[in-house]
Structure formats: C-alpha cells, structure tokens
C-alpha cells in the first residue's frame, strides 16, 4: 500500500506477531497506521457466542483497521494473525502528515475504502438469497473476477471452507456441501483439499502465491 521506505522514513517501527496474537481489538482507541510485511491476519467481528465473523483477510503490502484513522472513533473490529506475521505501525499523528504531504496516497485510501464497501454491499444482496448454493457461488465468482483473495497465477481460491463460513455466516458443512456440488457441476475444482478455478490444481511457478 504505503512504501516501506517511506514508512521507515517518517518513523514507522516493526512489530512481531505469534499465530492467533491480537494487534487490536473492537472498541479500542486507535494510536497507529498498520501495513502488514510478512504474514497474513483476518479482521473479525464477534458474536454473543464467541462466534467470529470475518470482515476480510489481509496480507502483505495491505493495511488493515484504517477506519479510526479516518473518523477518529474506535476499532470497528478486531485484528487478529492467521501466522507468523510482521507489521509496520506509524503513528496516527504521522500518518495524518503523511496523507497532507503526499495526497495520491490519501486518493489510493479512498478508493480502497471504497472497494470495501462496494464488496459488503455485494454480500448483504447475496446473503438476502437465502440460497447457499447461489450466496457462495457469487461470492467466489467476485472474488475470481476481482482476483482478490485467489491465486493470480494458478486460481486458487486463497479462502478455506471455515473463512468462507465466516464470512458469509453459514454452517462450515453446508459450505463443505456447497463446495462438492461446485465441483461436480465443473464450476470449481478440488484438490487436495484445496479450490481452484479452471482447470488449474496448483502450479510450479515461482511466482504462484498458494
């Protein structure tokens, strides 16, 4: 998102994450900017039950938990690592001079607050099908056409059955079951465990993110 560099440079520092270690929870005050370097985190509501409810995921060069830095108002969910992860944290009042030096990078903020947002519109007209079969095939069709969060180089979908059940609120064994019958139908196709759009089932190249 924001060049390391320049990060660094207006005195950005790095911050080591243990799997399942929490950068910050919904409702607290927001003190930093974060942009993950290595690694991969899931932004999460909870419900009553403890039930987590994923917003997104969010790998390296992406930022996450920008909505504070914005609006000045708390954590509207919480962060939390998938791996071993580093990330850079820039302090809020930084960050602020940052986007008045250098306004292109306020105008790429913009639009991926946008694009979010575009995506949670997308989902809440999908979820009002009541059709899991058609809930979850819109969704990985968006994600392939936006190739977010699936594989540029060999399509595979970078989601598991758990994160898809999170994010749309479904049972992981309708997703299992909505997967299979994917399959089947030649929409997707499964390997080892894993889906790929096409007739893809992982790759070589180096270049290739599964």
């Known amino acids: 998102?924001?060049?390391?560099?320049?990060l660094l440079a207006r005195g950005a520092s790095y911050k080591?994450?243990?799997?399942e270690e929490i950068l910050f929870a919904e409702g607290e005050e927001c003190e930093y900017y974060y942009q993950v370097v290595?690694?991969?985190?899931?932004?999460?509501?909870?419900?009553k039950e403890g039930d987590e409810y994923l917003q997104t995921l969010v790998e390296k060069r992406e930022s996450i938990g920008e909505l504070p830095l914005f609006d000045g108002d708390v954590y509207a969910a919480t962060a939390i690592a998938n791996k071993a992860s580093y990330v850079l944290r820039l302090p809020k009042e930084a960050f602020h001079q940052l986007l008045v030096d250098?306004?292109?990078?306020?105008?790429?903020?913009?639009?991926?607050?946008?694009?979010?947002?575009?995506?949670?519109?997308?989902?809440?007209?999908?979820l009002a099908n009541h059709d899991s079969e058609k809930i979850i095939t819109a969704l990985l069709n968006y994600l392939y056409e936006k190739k977010d969060h699936v594989c540029a180089v060999c399509n595979?979908?970078?989601?598991?059955?758990?994160?898809?059940?999170e994010m749309t609120g479904l049972r992981v064994e309708t997703v299992i079951r909505v997967m299979r019958n994917l399959n089947e139908k030649g929409i997707i196709q499964i390997h080892n465990?894993?889906?790929?759009?096409?007739?893809?089932?992982g790759c070589d190249n180096k270049r290739c993110e599964a």
């Open 1 to 6: 998102m924001i060049d390391v560099n320049m």
């Open 16 to 19: 080591k994450l243990i799997p």
């Open 38 to 47: 290595r690694g991969q985190l899931r932004w999460v509501n909870f419900n």
């Open 102 to 126: 250098e306004p292109q990078i306020h105008f790429s903020f913009s639009k991926l607050l946008t694009q979010r947002l575009r995506f949670k519109f997308f989902l809440l007209k999908e």
């Open 156 to 165: 595979q979908v970078r989601l598991n059955r758990r994160q898809i059940a």
């Open 193 to 201: 465990r894993k889906a790929y759009f096409g007739n893809s089932t």
